[in-house]
């Protein structure tokens, strides 16, 4: 997978991010991570997240990738800022946080994994660009567990969110970052919890347009070659394939099973 966008995640919560980069960059080729047998990374502590991390980047770089996103919260939040990559590295922090900023009226609810939440990645990044925000997180760690068993749109899953968001809501959020490329999965369970007036904020079409740029101003776009996308995940789930299967719009995405060391 030469030439490749080196993509990983703790699951398959990353897809989303792969989704909008093939929206936005339909010549670029992906090599996708899933590191499943080692989720969720939202419960471990900054050392063994940023080990992973190092491992799951040593393993696209391995494959001859020309650039990683970051597809993890947690990660992103935890390891990327103690990274010296040999190659453009992309987190979603960042992304994310500069779109709630841009539409808030002024009362952003963070919701993420127990690490993110820990870290103050995101209101870090929300105040950096507007001071005078009011910011409520919230630790989330029920979700991903449920998305990975793919009770996404379950009523079981409704009442959990229901539970997580009343704080923030009673707050009188009018934001709410999606601080975790799982949630965009419980996407249409928490837009109705929330209700109209709160507007969710997924960065993957952000990050997405930050990798676009990057990758043009280093001259490392893709060339005429087709592209050719490949997925890896460390411990091979039935669900993992159920969920890519409807993240990607492709009922047959192919799965290497593989061991990150």
Known sequence: MLDS????????????VVSALRRRLPRESILYLGDTARLPYGSKSPGTVTRYTENNIAFLLGRGVKAVVIA?????ALALPNLHPEVPTWGVIEPGARKAAAVSRGRVG??????TVRSDAYPRALRALRPELEI????????????EEGWHDDPLT?????????PLLDAGIDTLVLGCTHYPLLAPVLARVAGPEVTLVDSAEAVA?????G????????GE???ANHFCVTDNGESFHRLAGLILQDPHVPLEWVEVR
Request: hydrophobic share 45%; proline share 7%; aromatic share 4%.
């Open 5 to 16: 966008i080196g993509v990983f995640d703790s699951g398959v919560g990353g897809l989303t």
């Open 72 to 76: 993890c919260n947690t990660a992103s």
């Open 110 to 115: 963070v919701i993420a994994t127990e690490a």
């Open 136 to 147: 409520r997180s919230q630790a989330c760690p029920l979700f991903v567990p449920l998305v």
């Open 158 to 166: 409704a009442e959990v969110a229901e539970r997580y968001l009343r």
């Open 209 to 213: 347009e930050v990798v676009a740029k």
């Open 215 to 222: 990758l043009a101003e280093l001259g490392l776009e893709a």
């Open 225 to 227: 070659h087709p592209p």
